[in-house]
Protein backbone atom coordinates (compact mmCIF):
# COMPACT_ATOMS: atom_id res chain seq x y z
CA UNK A 1 0.00 0.00 0.00
CA UNK A 2 1.24 3.31 -0.81
CA UNK A 3 1.47 6.04 2.28
CA UNK A 4 3.41 8.44 0.40
CA UNK A 5 0.73 11.02 1.36
CA UNK A 6 -0.18 10.08 4.20
CA UNK A 7 0.24 13.16 6.67
CA UNK A 8 2.24 12.42 10.05
CA UNK A 9 0.44 12.36 13.51
CA UNK A 10 2.01 13.27 16.56
CA UNK A 11 1.62 10.47 18.88
CA UNK A 12 -0.23 11.18 21.99
CA UNK A 13 2.82 11.74 24.53
CA UNK A 14 3.78 15.23 26.25
CA UNK A 15 5.34 17.99 24.72
CA UNK A 16 9.21 18.12 24.61
CA UNK A 17 8.72 22.18 24.30
CA UNK A 18 7.02 25.33 25.91
CA UNK A 19 5.63 28.22 24.85
CA UNK A 20 7.99 31.11 23.17
CA UNK A 21 7.83 33.81 26.08
CA UNK A 22 9.84 37.74 25.22
CA UNK A 23 13.49 37.64 26.87
CA UNK A 24 13.16 39.71 29.96
CA UNK A 25 14.45 43.19 30.34
CA UNK A 26 17.77 43.14 31.87
CA UNK A 27 17.97 44.19 35.63
CA UNK A 28 20.94 46.23 34.68
CA UNK A 29 22.92 47.63 31.72
CA UNK A 30 26.01 48.60 30.83
CA UNK A 31 28.30 50.65 29.12
CA UNK A 32 31.46 48.88 27.69
CA UNK A 33 35.15 50.38 26.99
CA UNK A 34 36.14 49.76 23.46
CA UNK A 35 39.39 51.89 24.14
CA UNK A 36 42.19 50.30 22.10
CA UNK A 37 40.20 48.14 19.85
CA UNK A 38 41.90 47.95 16.47
CA UNK A 39 38.62 50.22 14.21
CA UNK A 40 38.93 46.79 11.99
CA UNK A 41 38.32 43.85 14.31
CA UNK A 42 34.50 43.65 13.92
CA UNK A 43 32.50 45.23 16.90
CA UNK A 44 30.61 41.48 17.99
CA UNK A 45 33.42 39.44 17.74
CA UNK A 46 35.19 42.01 20.11
CA UNK A 47 32.46 42.11 22.68
CA UNK A 48 32.68 38.04 22.68
CA UNK A 49 36.14 38.28 23.09
CA UNK A 50 36.03 41.21 26.27
CA UNK A 51 32.53 40.93 27.65
CA UNK A 52 30.93 37.93 26.79
CA UNK A 53 29.78 37.28 29.94
CA UNK A 54 27.22 39.67 29.08
CA UNK A 55 24.04 38.95 27.38
CA UNK A 56 23.81 41.35 24.15
CA UNK A 57 20.32 43.13 25.81
CA UNK A 58 22.77 43.95 28.70
CA UNK A 59 25.03 46.30 26.85
CA UNK A 60 23.34 49.83 26.18
CA UNK A 61 26.59 51.66 24.26
CA UNK A 62 30.43 51.36 23.48
CA UNK A 63 32.18 54.29 24.71
CA UNK A 64 35.20 54.77 22.04
CA UNK A 65 36.66 57.27 19.83
CA UNK A 66 35.55 57.58 16.03
CA UNK A 67 37.54 60.15 14.01
CA UNK A 68 39.89 62.32 15.55
CA UNK A 69 38.68 65.35 17.31
CA UNK A 70 40.23 68.78 19.64
CA UNK A 71 36.99 67.55 22.01
CA UNK A 72 38.62 64.60 23.13
CA UNK A 73 39.15 63.84 26.60
CA UNK A 74 40.01 61.35 29.27
CA UNK A 75 42.45 59.03 27.22
CA UNK A 76 44.89 60.55 24.44
CA UNK A 77 43.62 60.18 21.06
CA UNK A 78 46.05 57.90 19.19
CA UNK A 79 43.77 56.22 16.61
CA UNK A 80 39.89 55.37 15.80
CA UNK A 81 38.73 52.43 17.49
CA UNK A 82 34.92 52.47 16.21
CA UNK A 83 35.01 52.13 12.45
CA UNK A 84 31.92 53.15 10.77
CA UNK A 85 30.90 49.47 9.95
CA UNK A 86 31.16 49.04 13.64
CA UNK A 87 28.64 52.34 14.36
CA UNK A 88 26.41 51.09 12.12
CA UNK A 89 25.56 47.58 13.18
CA UNK A 90 25.83 48.78 16.93
CA UNK A 91 23.07 51.06 15.89
CA UNK A 92 21.47 48.19 13.94
CA UNK A 93 21.17 46.00 16.94
CA UNK A 94 19.68 48.78 19.56
CA UNK A 95 23.07 49.65 21.04
CA UNK A 96 24.70 53.11 21.19
CA UNK A 97 28.13 54.91 20.81
CA UNK A 98 29.15 57.72 23.57
CA UNK A 99 31.59 59.60 22.33
CA UNK A 100 34.23 60.99 25.19
CA UNK A 101 34.00 64.75 24.08
CA UNK A 102 35.40 65.27 27.49
CA UNK A 103 37.82 67.54 27.30
CA UNK A 104 38.18 70.35 29.71
CA UNK A 105 38.55 73.44 27.36
CA UNK A 106 36.48 74.49 24.78
CA UNK A 107 35.65 77.23 22.81
CA UNK A 108 32.66 77.89 20.61
CA UNK A 109 34.71 78.36 17.59
CA UNK A 110 36.53 75.18 18.08
CA UNK A 111 32.74 73.59 18.53
CA UNK A 112 31.58 75.05 15.54
CA UNK A 113 34.52 73.02 13.56
CA UNK A 114 33.84 69.54 14.73
CA UNK A 115 29.91 69.68 14.29
CA UNK A 116 30.48 67.50 10.74
CA UNK A 117 31.12 65.08 13.59
CA UNK A 118 28.64 65.80 15.52
CA UNK A 119 26.21 65.86 12.38
CA UNK A 120 27.09 62.42 11.45
CA UNK A 121 26.56 60.47 14.29
CA UNK A 122 23.22 62.25 15.80
CA UNK A 123 20.85 59.01 15.98
CA UNK A 124 18.55 58.51 19.15
CA UNK A 125 20.72 56.33 21.27
CA UNK A 126 24.27 57.89 20.54
CA UNK A 127 25.34 60.00 23.48
CA UNK A 128 27.80 62.41 23.93
CA UNK A 129 30.33 62.12 27.01
CA UNK A 130 30.89 66.16 28.32
CA UNK A 131 32.96 67.84 31.04
CA UNK A 132 32.71 71.62 29.84
CA UNK A 133 28.79 72.91 30.64
CA UNK A 134 29.22 74.77 27.83
CA UNK A 135 29.85 72.09 25.30
CA UNK A 136 26.88 70.21 26.79
CA UNK A 137 24.35 73.10 26.15
CA UNK A 138 25.65 73.69 22.96
CA UNK A 139 25.24 70.40 21.70
CA UNK A 140 21.92 70.29 23.36
CA UNK A 141 20.26 72.87 21.57
CA UNK A 142 21.88 71.99 18.29
CA UNK A 143 21.82 68.36 18.28
CA UNK A 144 18.94 67.17 20.46
CA UNK A 145 19.05 63.56 19.71
CA UNK A 146 22.02 62.61 21.96
CA UNK A 147 21.96 61.56 25.26
CA UNK A 148 24.20 64.02 27.06
CA UNK A 149 26.34 62.36 29.92
CA UNK A 150 28.27 64.61 32.52
CA UNK A 151 31.78 62.71 32.67
CA UNK A 152 33.50 61.31 35.35
CA UNK A 153 36.24 63.45 35.01
CA UNK A 154 33.59 66.27 36.54
CA UNK A 155 34.23 64.43 40.08
CA UNK A 156 30.58 64.83 41.05
CA UNK A 157 30.27 63.91 44.93
CA UNK A 158 27.84 65.68 46.32
CA UNK A 159 24.15 65.12 46.06
CA UNK A 160 24.35 69.43 45.70
CA UNK A 161 26.57 68.73 42.73
CA UNK A 162 24.66 65.71 41.39
CA UNK A 163 21.23 67.59 41.57
CA UNK A 164 23.01 70.59 39.70
CA UNK A 165 24.04 68.35 37.00
CA UNK A 166 20.74 66.58 36.71
CA UNK A 167 19.59 69.96 35.04
CA UNK A 168 21.97 70.06 32.68
CA UNK A 169 22.82 66.06 31.81
CA UNK A 170 20.77 62.92 31.25
CA UNK A 171 22.60 60.86 33.23
CA UNK A 172 26.15 61.45 35.15
CA UNK A 173 28.81 58.93 35.59
CA UNK A 174 29.88 59.66 39.77
CA UNK A 175 33.30 58.44 40.77
CA UNK A 176 34.79 55.45 41.54
CA UNK A 177 35.28 56.11 45.55
CA UNK A 178 31.66 56.72 46.27
CA UNK A 179 30.82 53.16 45.30
CA UNK A 180 31.99 52.40 48.88
CA UNK A 181 29.82 55.03 50.28
CA UNK A 182 26.34 53.43 50.31
CA UNK A 183 24.85 55.73 52.91
CA UNK A 184 25.44 58.30 50.50
CA UNK A 185 24.06 56.29 47.31
CA UNK A 186 20.90 55.37 49.25
CA UNK A 187 20.10 59.26 49.65
CA UNK A 188 21.09 60.17 46.00
CA UNK A 189 17.44 60.91 43.80
CA UNK A 190 16.59 60.00 40.43
CA UNK A 191 19.13 56.86 40.68
CA UNK A 192 18.10 55.81 37.36
CA UNK A 193 19.86 59.23 35.74
CA UNK A 194 23.02 57.60 37.27
CA UNK A 195 25.65 55.24 36.26
CA UNK A 196 28.31 53.81 38.31
CA UNK A 197 31.08 51.65 38.25
CA UNK A 198 31.21 47.71 38.13
CA UNK A 199 34.99 48.02 38.01
CA UNK A 200 37.90 50.37 39.11
CA UNK A 201 41.60 50.60 37.99
CA UNK A 202 43.59 53.66 39.41
CA UNK A 203 41.34 56.60 39.76
CA UNK A 204 39.94 54.58 42.80
CA UNK A 205 42.09 55.55 45.33
CA UNK A 206 44.23 58.53 43.12
CA UNK A 207 44.46 61.81 45.07
CA UNK A 208 45.00 64.05 42.51
CA UNK A 209 43.53 62.93 38.80
CA UNK A 210 46.07 65.74 37.01
CA UNK A 211 46.21 63.38 34.07
CA UNK A 212 43.09 64.26 32.94
CA UNK A 213 43.91 68.21 32.44
CA UNK A 214 47.01 66.94 30.64
CA UNK A 215 45.20 64.79 28.00
CA UNK A 216 42.73 67.56 27.53
CA UNK A 217 45.34 69.50 26.59
CA UNK A 218 47.38 66.67 24.72
CA UNK A 219 44.38 65.95 22.16
CA UNK A 220 44.20 69.67 21.31
CA UNK A 221 47.53 68.85 18.97
CA UNK A 222 49.50 71.65 20.37
CA UNK A 223 52.16 70.29 22.17
CA UNK A 224 52.07 69.14 26.29
CA UNK A 225 53.06 65.84 28.46
CA UNK A 226 51.30 63.20 29.76
CA UNK A 227 50.99 63.78 33.66
CA UNK A 228 50.32 60.95 36.57
CA UNK A 229 50.37 61.58 39.85
CA UNK A 230 51.61 58.53 41.35
CA UNK A 231 55.42 58.94 41.30
CA UNK A 232 54.73 62.21 43.86
CA UNK A 233 51.92 61.26 45.75
CA UNK A 234 51.37 58.49 47.93
CA UNK A 235 48.28 55.58 47.29
CA UNK A 236 47.07 52.40 47.92
CA UNK A 237 47.64 50.73 44.35
CA UNK A 238 45.14 48.04 44.42
CA UNK A 239 45.17 47.29 40.54
CA UNK A 240 42.01 46.34 39.34
CA UNK A 241 39.04 45.36 40.94
CA UNK A 242 35.67 44.51 40.30
CA UNK A 243 32.78 46.40 42.25
CA UNK A 244 29.39 43.50 43.75
CA UNK A 245 26.68 44.92 41.99
CA UNK A 246 23.74 43.18 43.73
CA UNK A 247 23.85 46.26 46.60
CA UNK A 248 23.61 48.87 43.98
CA UNK A 249 20.75 47.48 41.75
CA UNK A 250 19.09 46.77 45.77
CA UNK A 251 19.17 50.60 46.26
CA UNK A 252 17.76 51.26 42.72
CA UNK A 253 20.77 51.60 40.56
CA UNK A 254 20.78 49.80 37.25
CA UNK A 255 23.86 51.44 35.09
CA UNK A 256 27.06 50.13 35.06
CA UNK A 257 30.70 51.37 33.33
CA UNK A 258 32.75 48.54 32.82
CA UNK A 259 36.02 48.62 32.08
CA UNK A 260 38.57 45.95 30.00
CA UNK A 261 41.25 44.98 32.25
CA UNK A 262 44.68 45.94 31.19
CA UNK A 263 46.99 42.53 31.30
CA UNK A 264 49.35 43.36 34.39
CA UNK A 265 48.53 46.83 34.94
CA UNK A 266 47.26 49.05 37.87
CA UNK A 267 44.07 50.68 35.80
CA UNK A 268 41.45 49.51 33.19
CA UNK A 269 40.77 51.15 29.44
Not at 74 to 87: A, N, Y
Amino acid sequence: MDNSGAEHKQPERDRIFTKAEPVAPPVATFTVSARSKPPDYPVFAYLRENYGNLRINEVDSLFGFVEKSTLYGGRQFVGRELSDKDVEQLNSAGIGIRIPMSNHVVERKEYKLNQWLLRKYHVAGNSIICTNDDLARWIREDFPDYRIDGSVIKNIKSHKKIEAAMELYDSVVLPMPVNEDLEFLAEIRNKDKITLFANAGCALTCPSRMCYPSISKLNKGRGGEFQCSQPIKDRDLLGMVDFPLEPYINLGFHRFKLLRARPSSMTGF
